[in-house]
């Protein structure tokens, strides 16, 4: 039997060291769990960061993926395909956007609603509507343009010069933003929750502030609901927990369940900022890519997933608070839905603790450097996330785990 530790060795050798993977090879998936290469089983609630919202190798989309394989998987955008034309009608009726582009990533998405904000002030005669205004402890992704409006210095770290004109600002303060927000913004970019920045749940009266602003300046407003969207957090888009509508967001993670596609998704006011020409993807949008959007779309219906995520997530929210009220490791306990967020104190070592349940055969992964981050298939049932609550106990009973090392 190839072992974790074999081929693990061989990844040293031969891929690129931006990454700190745990040290075990996975090779197969079923729901909410998966298997490494030497037949061990986890149960994973990292959801792949939040991407698999109709879980591991679903029959539905496994079906659909390879019907769709075997019939047209690539045309280019020199022509219309079935699939995306579906895909996008259903998008635009199930989230009332006007319109549909599509890309691959999260951060592809988001760069075309940078391009989008500036672009359409260009085509007003507003060449000097440029700038964007972004928040601190955020993440958009980590191209050029998306890393420029990151708020995180540490991924900045030997990246600059970033984008000229981003100022950032402190999440969930309207005050902050009325200061910035003028003559020269193109757009303001903001997760409607904070996921990789921490879990950080702001007042809807932020948003609906936020909105208000940016009409009375004449600034657009962006939302990144790559995280938050497609049921995540109880709603199918986190807007609706505020009601406001952006001028356009971007969509990724749960989209195609896994399969790399993304949206952005635009408004009337603005369904014209990118004319013939100015913006494009060879690969965005493909029938194969669609096909999967579709299933995850039909899977969503089928098995009431907006909903389950919202019962689901409130119980783990519950239970969240009851080990902040009951252990001194959580600080706090937040998040909407199946976006789950549980604070270390201080002193608790985050990597020991991933490791710590790893153990125990529970796969979870970190936000903002010291909160656990719950973000399992938009499926998960209840016995699974009490297996998970269980594995996090038993570390509470045993001490010396918590100081345990990352390996
Ligand atoms: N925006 C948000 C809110 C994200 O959480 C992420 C990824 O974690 C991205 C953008 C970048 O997405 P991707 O890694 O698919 O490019």
Redesign the pocket.
């Known amino acids: 039997m190839t072992s974790n530790e074999e081929l693990r060795l061989q990844a040293e050798h031969t891929s690129m060291r931006n990454y700190r993977p745990a040290p075990m090879v996975l090779t197969r998936g079923e729901g909410r769990h998966v298997w490494d290469v030497e037949g061990t089983r986890f149960l994973d609630l990292t959801g792949g ?2 991407v698999l919202s109709v879980g591991h190798a679903h029959p539905r989309l496994a079906r659909d993926i390879a019907k769709q394989s075997a019939r047209l998987v690539h045309t280019s955008n020199l022509f219309y395909n079935d699939r995306a034309i579906e895909l996008s009608r259903r998008i635009v009726a199930k989230t009332g956007f006007s319109r549909v582009y599509f890309g691959n ?4 998405a ?1 760069e075309a609603l940078m391009k989008l904000s500036r672009r359409w002030h260009w085509e007003r005669g507003h060449q000097e509507r440029v700038e964007f205004v972004a928040t601190h402890r955020s ?4 191209s050029m343009g ?1 890393l420029s409006v990151t708020g995180q210095s540490k991924y900045h770290l030997g990246m600059e010069p970033l984008l000229p004109g981003v100022r950032f600002v402190e999440y969930d303060d309207i005050e902050a933003m009325r200061q910035v927000v003028g003559e020269r913004t193109a757009a303001v970019i903001v ?1 409607p929750i904070q ?2 920045g921490g879990v950080r749940v702001p007042e809807n009266a932020y948003l609906v502030a936020l909105r208000q602003l940016c009409d009375e300046r004449g600034a657009l407003l962006m939302f ?1 609901e ?3 969207g497609y049921g995540r957090t109880g709603r199918f888009l986190c807007r609706e927990h505020s009601g406001v509508m952006p001028d356009a967001c ?1 969509l ?2 749960g989209i195609a369940g896994g399969f790399p596609l ?1 949206a952005m998704a635009v408004t009337l006011k603005v369904e014209g900022g990118l004319p013939p020409g100015s913006h494009a993807s060879t690969f965005g949008g493909n029938p194969l890519a669609c096909a999967a959007g579709l299933a995850v779309l039909d899977i969503f219906e089928e098995e009431d997933l907006v909903e389950r995520s919202e019962v689901q997530g409130r119980y783990l929210g519950q239970h969240l608070n009851r080990l902040v009220d009951k252990s001194d490791v959580f600080v706090d306990a937040r998040g909407r839905g199946l976006l789950r967020g549980l604070e270390l104190a201080d002193g608790i070592d985050p990597a020991g603790m991933i490791a710590a349940l790893r153990k125990r055969r529970v796969l979870l992964t970190l936000a903002g450097g010291n909160v656990l981050r719950f973000v399992p298939a938009l499926n998960v049932t209840r016995e699974e996330l009490d297996e998970g609550l269980a594995a996090i106990e038993d570390i509470l009973l045993d001490p010396p785990l918590l100081q345990g090392t990352s390996s």
């Open positions: 960061i939040a990533s999260g951060t592809e988001n993440f958009h992704g980590r998306a997760e996921a990789e990144d790559v995280q938050t971007s990724a993670k993304s």
